[in-house]
């Protein structure tokens, strides 16, 4: 089952199993999140013009490349698709400040307030310029660093999980959705995990959840789940 460490490592730092990396990479993202929330320089709208420096409220995959190279940022073509993929919510090549902000926020109730009660600054940038602290910019590449590489490893692993011989996303449902009521709750997630001698907190239960309940509602449907847990880019993956 796509939850257990189908190489038979338990350990949490070394083993490939799909819940264990979205685990792993989840606590690594939080941290460097929260750590930068608290950096008193940073905001999410400045954050957000560095990308969208024509300030129209969106930015192109292709000016989202480029602006992550002027941060330092140098992701491989399939790490890249992957991170647009999960920014553009619309599927219409239009990267959005909204879905932008919800990636950057920390599960921190704290450091979430924090964040979102800084105003921006207005000043003026010009392409490629940085409107924040050497630091605090470091810190920000590094955020950014790591949800590539969060979206490469999870991909390497629905990769793994979808080429095992026998393997069915609707069985794999099933075994959720015992009810057969046609959508799961986080509560049979956190049933799946103790199951399976993975051990999760409610944060990161909820970080899941969050991940592919796509409409918001608190149930992830077949669909939902199928859409998340399979590959999402043939491009090559240097993970």
Known sequence: ????????????????????????????????????????????????????????????????????????????????????????????????????????????AGDAALLKSRLPSYLPLRRGESPFSPETQRQFAQVLRLLLTQEAALEAARRRISAKRGYSFYDAFDLLDSRHKGFVTSDEFQRLFNRHGVYATTREVSHLMDRLDTNKDGRVTVSEFYRELSPQSRKRLIY
């Open 1 to 108: 089952f796509f939850f257990q460490a189908e190489d038979g490592i338990r350990d949490a730092q070394e083993s490939r199993g799909l819940g264990d990396v979205y685990k792993r990479q989840d606590r690594e993202v939080e941290a460097a999140e929260s750590s930068l929330a608290r950096r008193h320089d940073f905001n999410l709208m400045d954050a957000f013009r560095t990308f969208d420096f024509e300030e129209l409220g969106w930015c192109s995959g292709l000016q989202f490349e480029r602006a992550l190279s002027a941060h330092g940022v140098y992701p491989g073509a399939g790490e890249l698709d992957l991170l647009i993929k999960r920014l553009d919510t619309l599927n219409d090549g239009r990267l959005r400040f909204s879905s932008f902000s919800q990636l950057l926020t920390p599960s921190n």
